[in-house]
């Protein structure tokens, strides 16, 4: 296949810079198919976000956010998290399944939780119990400390507080206590032999428990966790265990207290019909768990909802093809289905939707540092009088380089350069020809990822040659801190710069962040029909920043986040809305050395203390003065204090 040339009407030359827009940019980033309307890219060629205060709705430019705080004295990287957008997820989620609900005269409600593990912030457990309040919204603990937290901020008696993974006694008494005090707890059954110490913490605390049982369903779910289901899934109980715990709770005079069936498929199911066919099932048991004589009246349809990270709306892993309105009527019409033939009431619905609620609410914004270009030759290096054949046959293939036979020269300059070092290696051809030799390989290379960026389209064949020709832009951010799911399960996360989109962006690049760990480093982008080895972005200029930013992270990715190289927690600053203009709230300083050091049972103190005594010893030896020796300690000491991430 040879590109398509002409096809566009262009030539060889490049087109005239005018006919980049901002729009093509959108386009090129694909921010309308991830962004779910809240984002965008406005006139000035910066990405908004947006905001709604009360009835006003702005587009905020995220460049003027991050130029904001800059001002104000806040380094990069920065976590920046729009609080609206969390408002408006819980709106959509409970307002899809009111509407479903009703569409479809479904009989039972629609009380949703928040699970607390997804995004732990003090600020997303507020906003939860009080702007989800006017839904009765809930949350979701999976373990002591998750419901210590959620006691502490959900007082809502009408709203549901789910207790899931391995309980202790502490757990349960805690548990059952609170539920003396007029809170909806369920605990959940995850291990059968939980129900024993249960039962035994209730009689003697004078409560009887709300107990539900979580099922291991034998449908599986789909994409990478799709092990959380399935028979071999650690968690829940299989069909003969939970018929077990109903035998048990009848010989003990306690099966009215089995209210609840959950089950938990895993987590970003972007497959629609395994949605379906999980639910189908957990119907089927709990129907036949109210024919064994429990009250039951609630099914907990667990996470898994998915977030459409490339926007491809598609049954791959980091998409999903279905949105939360199908989602939602798709299992409100399975229940209804299911119950209906069995005959049995409808159940009131939990769903324990996380990463669904949580993803938007967050964007990372970072700088680039710097940049290590492949293509070093701009300029025809010299031609020698007298070359090795080899040497020669590179310098024929740059004078008939053209985009005809970009695939072609590529092959044919890599095969005489390898030709010319293997001459060199035999004593054959100097360092200098070879040398020569390298530089006008490099020269070829440089032509042909130009040619290459101004294909609108780049053709399958040279897709592979353009990878090898990426430009290194250094991050000035971990991935390991900030993006773990990036690096250990090969998620995709929308990455693009907020700025500067009125131009064409003319650099292949792979971000790297700052660990200098060769797996820090994001070599995978969305695209709309694959997964993309480049991400475009401009030139850097001098003495202007240039800033990018990951959107979508807002679920897993915080609490994830390890200490690679000892960088720490990014700034994070929350911006709203405030009669039109945003604003700056939930400011919190990220790590400073002295934190992350003291992570690593370091004492500052006694850091500064051994540094002291060293640079004494420095000055009795006569190796630097007591001045010197004032000023090294100094800088020591504004090491310790300072961001751990690189300041400028
Ligand atoms: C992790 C988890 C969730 C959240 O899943 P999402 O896919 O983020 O919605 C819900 N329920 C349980 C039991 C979980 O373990």
Redesign the pocket.
């Known amino acids: 296949m040879t590109p398509p040339a002409t096809a566009t009407g262009k030539s060889s030359k490049r087109p005239a810079e005018k006919a980049w827009s901002p729009d093509k940019s959108a386009d090129l980033y694909g921010v309308d198919s991830w962004g779910h309307g809240f984002f965008g890219v406005n006139k000035a060629g910066h990405v908004t976000v947006n905001l709604t205060d009360e009835d006003t709705t702005a587009e905020v430019s995220l460049h003027e956010v991050v130029e904001g705080l800059r001002d104000r004295g806040t380094h990069l990287p920065v976590l920046l998290r729009f609080r609206d957008l969390l408002h408006s997820r819980i709106t959509e989620l409970n307002e899809s399944f009111r509407k479903a609900i009703k569409d479809v005269k479904y009989r039972g409600e629609y009380r949703g939780v928040y ?1 607390i ?2 995004n732990q912030q003090r600020q997303v457990i507020e906003e939860i119990s009080e702007f989800g309040k006017k839904y009765h919204y809930g949350l ?1 603990a ?1 373990s002591k400390p998750e419901l210590i937290a959620a006691l502490a901020h959900m007082h809502d008696p009408e709203a549901y507080i789910i207790c ?1 993974g391995y309980k202790d006694e502490e757990f349960i008494d805690l548990a059952l206590t609170t539920q003396k005090m007029g809170l909806k707890i369920m605990l959940v059954l995850e291990m059968p032999s939980e129900l024993g110490l249960i039962l035994e913490r209730s009689r003697k605390i004078g409560v009887l428990p709300n107990l539900g049982v979580r099922i291991r369903l034998s449908t599986k779910g789909s994409g990478h966790w799709q092990e959380s289901a399935g028979d071999k899934s650690v968690f829940g109980l299989s069909a003969n265990q939970i018929i077990d715990v109903v035998d048990q709770l009848k010989d003990a005079g306690y099966l009215g207290c089995l209210k609840m069936l959950h089950y ?1 498929q895993g ?2 199911i972007p497959n629609i019909a395994a949605i379906r066919e999980g639910c189908t099932e957990a119907v089927r048991v709990y129907c036949d768990l109210v024919k064994e004589g429990a009250p039951m009246g609630v099914l907990d349809i ?4 998915a977030v459409d990270y490339d926007g491809s709306h598609t049954n791959f892993a980091s998409s999903c093809n279905y949105s939360i309105a199908e989602y939602c009527t798709d299992i409100v019409e399975t229940v209804s289905q299911v119950c209906d033939k069995a005959g049995i009431a409808h159940p009131n619905l939990i769903s ?5 609620i949580v993803a938007y609410y967050s964007v990372l914004v970072f700088n680039i540092l710097d940049v290590t270009s492949a293509q070093t030759s701009e300029a025809a290096p010299a031609i020698p009088e007298k070359a090795p054949q080899n040497l020669i046959n590179i310098i024929d293939i740059n004078k008939t380089l053209s985009t005809k036979n970009l695939q072609e020269s590529y092959n044919d300059a890599l095969y005489y350069r390898d030709q010319l070092r293997a001459q060199f290696f035999y004593g054959a051809a100097t360092l200098r020809e070879r040398g020569l030799g390298e530089a006008w390989f490099w020269h070829i290379l440089t032509r042909i990822s130009k040619l290459i960026a101004d294909l609108d389209e780049i053709p399958e064949d040279l897709r592979e040659l353009s990878s090898t020709l990426v430009d290194y832009y250094y991050g000035n951010f971990s991935l390991f801190q900030s993006l773990p799911d990036s690096w250990a399960i090969d998620q995709l996360f929308p990455v693009m710069p907020i700025h500067r989109l009125d131009e064409r962006p003319r650099h292949r690049a792979v971000l790297a962040d700052i660990t200098c760990d060769c797996d820090g480093k994001i070599d995978r982008f969305i695209d709309k029909e694959d997964v993309a080895k480049i991400l475009p972005l401009h030139d850097l200029k001098p003495d202007e920043p240039y800033y990018v930013a990951i959107f979508l992270v807002g ?1 897993y990715q915080e609490t994830l986040g390890d200490l690679h190289n000892l960088l720490g927690d990014t700034n994070v600053v929350g911006v709203h809305l405030e009669n039109g203009k945003p604003v700056y709230t939930h400011e919190v300083e990220g790590d400073t050395v002295a934190d992350v050091l003291s992570y690593v049972e370091y004492d500052p103190k006694e850091l500064i203390s051994r540094f002291r005594n060293f640079a004494e010893k420095a000055v009795s030896e006569g190796r630097i003065s007591p001045k010197e020796r004032r000023e090294i300690l100094d800088r020591y000491r504004e090491g310790l204090n300072g961001y751990t991430y690189f300041e400028s």
Do not use: C, D, F, L
Request: proline letters at 5%.
């Open positions: 699970p593990k997804v979701e999976g899931n938990h987590s970003q667990g996470g898994g909802m324990e939707s996380g990463r669904a679920a």
